[in-house]
């Protein structure tokens, strides 16, 4: 699963060619997904290593299971999926490309797996009480609790989560579609049973990202239409559902006192709120007043000079607000810059980087961030994935045999930005930039460049937000300083959305949080040519590279750990060399501030920073700081 984060200051669930060298690429020990047994029902599934957890286990360790139930959780959430919008919405239909749909509306939904939050990449029965390998591996079968029911009352079964399989290959949001392109079947064996069978082409790993999507009733979609054209709460079956609705405003999730599945070990000591409450604000300084007033109760902030200066007022003096960081997840992060190659200027990566030379980070930093970031150079920073020095010889044996497609840079040092000098105005940097745009065939007419057809190089930032003009106004004066016609474009988040899913901008930034053991279907909407003229996908640079495409054809083919993390090192490696995506910044730890009225058990999981899903509602802390 790839979560998107805040565009904010912080960083937020494939070619032939390749083939012979990664078949050369050593093969070192560790257990793979192919050693688990077939024709065995199954409680768990993971990529690489055996289960943390026993078939009778209890309950996950992270959770507190005599945590009270109670109480209102008011905050903003920093993470979210599919089409989800944190700044308004305008459905309630969080599965389809089209729409702004509020975050957290998967919660509604149950699966037919659930992730542990404490293990890489484990997955235990949630609908499924077990799972069946078929001794081919294209199949999997699922033995679903007859229990399970939907918030109707109506029964959960097969005919229903084969209906939502098919629904998703056919119509679903990109980050949906895209894993169940190798879906053969999705067939009701019998109520409680389902099979899906694979293509044989998937890889080994899909199953993992394809047993969480969430799970749809057929009976509701049979009378309504599955898009966004509804603001209206599909029949879910999860451990909230959604109560008050305000358009664009407001939206919470009560929780369902009596849901089949709370008492399953995956649910235990979770879902302690008995309402999540959502408020939408137009920008950061409305939801931060906010929340100063106790309005909000929980704000994970995503602007560095808040952070440092704004974090003085009467409620935090009195210790009724405390704030504190947590440690990042042992998940790879990117936060980067699109460069839209749909768009023939930026086709030449020579004019990429001369885009990104132009950004002074080292000042960007001291003068705007108070030095709370750290420069990132990766798509996959925070994370052994991460490619350094020069390529060992696993990851040469993935390059080499598409040298002459490759840019060099990919087979010397991992390729980094430099850094400048601190004064925002580089010498340097910006006359490197100014000779790559020369040498990529541009000339200097006047003060700008043109090509030989007389057209000024333009280049648009397009942004939903008053912070990122304050960070890029800067870069857009050094970018006009070496020749280029750069401006921001700042819209309504609505519209930033439906750009970005159109993918109508020049330049646009994301963050992502990958999975800790990225598939190859988890990469295919980030990096993958099939992605590239797929709307809503993110693949927002239009990446439609062959050697890519190997490179993520790789993945899948990785029997252990040490071998998916070479191929994710050499794709770094290729990435950093074309600069698709300008790496910008990141922080090593959620900077969070949250009325002193909760409790939660420490430390967090090293592989999730779920909040509203185990914190809960402490009468007798809150009774202290008048909020009881």
Same mark, same amino acid.
């Given at each position: 699963?790839?979560?998107?984060?805040?565009?904010?200051?912080?960083?937020?669930?494939?070619?032939?060619?390749?083939?012979?060298?990664?078949?050369?690429?050593?093969?070192?020990?560790?257990?793979?997904?192919?050693?688990?047994?077939?024709?065995?029902?199954?409680?768990?599934?993971?990529?690489?290593?055996?289960?943390?957890?026993?078939?009778?286990?209890?309950?996950?360790? &992270?959770?507190?299971?005599?945590?009270?139930?109670?109480?209102?959780? #008011?905050?903003?959430?920093?993470?979210?999926?599919? $089409?989800? $919008?944190?700044?308004?919405? $305008?459905?309630?239909?969080?599965?389809?490309?089209?729409?702004?749909?509020?975050? !957290?509306?998967?919660?509604?939904?149950?699966?037919?797996?659930?992730?542990?939050?404490?293990?890489?990449?484990?997955?235990?029965?949630?609908?499924?009480?077990?799972?069946?390998?078929?001794?081919?591996? #294209?199949?999997?079968?699922?033995?679903?609790?007859?229990?399970?029911?939907?918030?109707?009352?109506?029964?959960?079964?097969?005919?229903?989560?084969?209906?939502?399989?098919?629904?998703?290959?056919?119509?679903?949001?990109?980050?949906?579609?895209?894993?169940?392109?190798?879906?053969?079947?999705?067939? %009701?064996?019998?109520?409680?049973?389902?099979? /899906?069978?694979?293509?044989?082409?998937?890889?080994?790993?899909?199953?993992?990202?394809?047993?969480?999507?969430?799970?749809?009733?057929?009976?509701?979609?049979?009378?309504?239409?599955?898009?966004?054209?509804?603001?209206?709460?599909?029949?879910?079956?999860?451990?909230?559902?959604?109560?008050?609705?305000?358009?664009?405003?407001?939206?919470?999730?009560?929780?369902? %006192?009596? &849901?089949?599945?709370?008492?399953?070990?995956?649910?235990?000591?979770?879902?302690?709120?008995?309402?999540?409450?959502?408020?939408?604000?137009?920008?950061?300084?409305?939801?931060?007043?906010?929340?100063?007033?106790?309005?909000?109760?929980?704000?994970?902030?995503?602007?560095?000079?808040?952070?440092?200066?704004?974090?003085?007022?009467?409620?935090?003096?009195?210790?009724?607000?405390?704030?504190?960081?947590?440690?990042?997840?042992?998940?790879?992060?990117?936060?980067?810059?699109?460069?839209?190659?749909?768009?023939?200027?930026?086709?030449?990566?020579?004019?990429?980087?001369?885009?990104?030379?132009?950004?002074?980070?080292?000042?960007?930093?001291?003068?705007?961030?108070?030095?709370? &970031?750290?420069?990132?150079?990766?798509?996959?920073?925070?994370?052994?994935?991460?490619?350094?020095?020069?390529?060992?010889?696993?990851?040469?044996?993935?390059?080499?045999?598409?040298?002459?497609?490759?840019?060099?840079?990919?087979?010397?040092?991992?390729?980094?930005?430099?850094?400048?000098?601190?004064?925002?105005?580089?010498?340097? /940097?910006?006359?490197?930039? !100014?000779?790559?745009?020369?040498?990529?065939?541009?000339?200097?007419?006047?003060?700008?460049?043109?090509?030989?057809?007389?057209?000024?190089?333009?280049?648009?930032? /397009?942004?939903?937000?008053?912070?990122?003009?304050?960070?890029?106004?800067?870069?857009?004066?050094?970018?006009?300083?070496?020749?280029?016609?750069?401006?921001?474009?700042?819209?309504?988040?609505?519209?930033?959305?439906?750009?970005?899913?159109?993918?109508?901008?020049?330049?646009?930034?994301?963050?992502?949080?990958?999975?800790?053991?990225?598939?190859?279907?988890?990469?295919?909407?980030?990096?993958?040519?099939?992605?590239?003229?797929?709307?809503?996908?993110? #693949?927002?640079?239009?990446?439609?590279?062959?050697?890519?495409?190997?490179?993520?054809?790789?993945?899948?083919?990785?029997? #252990?750990?040490?071998?998916?993390?070479?191929?994710?090192?050499?794709?770094?490696?290729?990435?950093?060399?074309?600069?698709?995506?300008?790496?910008?910044?990141?922080? %090593?730890?959620?900077?969070?501030?949250?009325?002193?009225?909760?409790?939660?058990?420490?430390?967090?999981?090293?592989?999730?920073?779920?909040?509203?899903?185990?914190?809960?509602?402490?009468?007798?802390?809150?009774?202290?700081?008048?909020?009881?």
């Amino acid at each position: 699963m790839r979560w998107r984060g805040p565009r904010s200051e912080i960083g937020r669930r494939e070619f032939l060619a390749l083939a012979a060298g990664a078949a050369t690429a050593s093969l070192l020990p560790g257990r793979s997904f192919a050693a688990s047994p077939t024709e065995t029902p199954l409680h768990g599934l993971s990529a690489f290593g055996e289960l943390k957890y026993p078939a009778d286990f209890p309950n996950f360790d &992270y959770v507190n299971v005599d945590a009270p139930k109670g109480g209102t959780f #008011n905050y903003g959430p920093s993470q979210w999926l599919y $089409n989800q $919008n944190p700044y308004t919405f $305008n459905t309630l239909n969080s599965f389809v490309a089209k729409g702004d749909a509020p975050p !957290r509306m998967e919660i509604c939904f149950d699966s037919l797996m659930v992730s542990a939050l404490d293990e890489p990449d484990s997955i235990y029965g949630l609908v499924a009480n077990t799972v069946t390998i078929s001794p081919d591996r #294209n199949s999997f079968e699922f033995a679903l609790w007859p229990e399970a029911r939907f918030h109707d009352g109506s029964p959960l079964t097969a005919d229903d989560v084969a209906y939502s399989y098919k629904l998703f290959k056919e119509n679903g949001h990109p980050d949906l579609l895209l894993p169940l392109r190798e879906l053969s079947e999705a067939v %009701a064996v019998n109520p409680h049973t389902l099979r /899906l069978t694979f293509s044989g082409k998937q890889s080994d790993r899909t199953i993992l990202d394809v047993a969480t999507f969430p799970i749809l009733s057929k009976a509701y979609f049979d009378k309504v239409s599955f898009d966004s054209s509804r603001l209206e709460a599909p029949l879910g079956s999860g451990p909230y559902k959604v109560g008050l609705v305000r358009a664009g405003q407001t939206v919470e999730y009560e929780r369902v %006192a009596d &849901y089949w599945g709370r008492d399953l070990p995956v649910n235990k000591g979770m879902y302690n709120f008995d309402r999540l409450r959502v408020e939408f604000y137009g920008d950061r300084q409305a939801a931060f007043e906010a929340f100063k007033k106790g309005e909000v109760l929980f704000r994970e902030e995503a602007t560095s000079r808040l952070w440092a200066t704004a974090y003085d007022f009467p409620a935090l003096n009195e210790g009724k607000v405390v704030k504190r960081e947590f440690p990042s997840e042992k998940r790879p992060a990117m936060q980067a810059i699109a460069v839209n190659q749909r768009r023939e200027r930026f086709r030449d990566v020579r004019v990429r980087r001369a885009i990104a030379l132009c950004f002074d980070f080292e000042w960007t930093n001291k003068s705007l961030f108070y030095g709370l &970031y750290n420069r990132s150079q990766s798509s996959f920073e925070r994370s052994e994935f991460k490619a350094s020095g020069m390529p060992g010889p696993e990851e040469l044996a993935l390059l080499e045999p598409m040298r002459d497609r490759l840019p060099a840079e990919a087979f010397g040092e991992a390729y980094s930005l430099p850094a400048s000098d601190g004064t925002g105005r580089d010498r340097k /940097l910006l006359g490197e930039a !100014r000779r790559l745009m020369i040498e990529a065939g541009w000339k200097l007419s006047g003060r700008v460049f043109t090509n030989d057809k007389g057209e000024t190089f333009k280049l648009e930032i /397009l942004v939903d937000d008053e912070g990122f003009v304050r960070i890029y106004s800067p870069w857009v004066e050094s970018m006009k300083a070496i020749g280029l016609d750069a401006s921001i474009r700042m819209v309504d988040s609505a519209q930033h959305q439906a750009r970005q899913n159109d993918f109508d901008f020049d330049l646009i930034s994301m963050a992502l949080l990958f999975s800790s053991t990225p598939t190859r279907e988890g990469m295919d909407g980030i990096f993958h040519s099939k992605s590239a003229t797929l709307p809503g996908s993110g #693949n927002l640079p239009g990446t439609a590279d062959p050697a890519i495409d190997a490179l993520v054809d790789a993945i899948d083919r990785a029997e #252990n750990r040490e071998q998916l993390t070479n191929v994710l090192r050499a794709l770094d490696r290729v990435l950093r060399s074309r600069m698709d995506w300008i790496p910008s910044w990141y922080s %090593a730890n959620h900077r969070v501030a949250f009325w002193d009225m909760f409790g939660f058990k420490e430390p967090k999981p090293d592989y999730g920073f779920a909040t509203e899903t185990l914190w809960w509602f402490d009468k007798d802390k809150a009774a202290a700081i008048g909020k009881g």
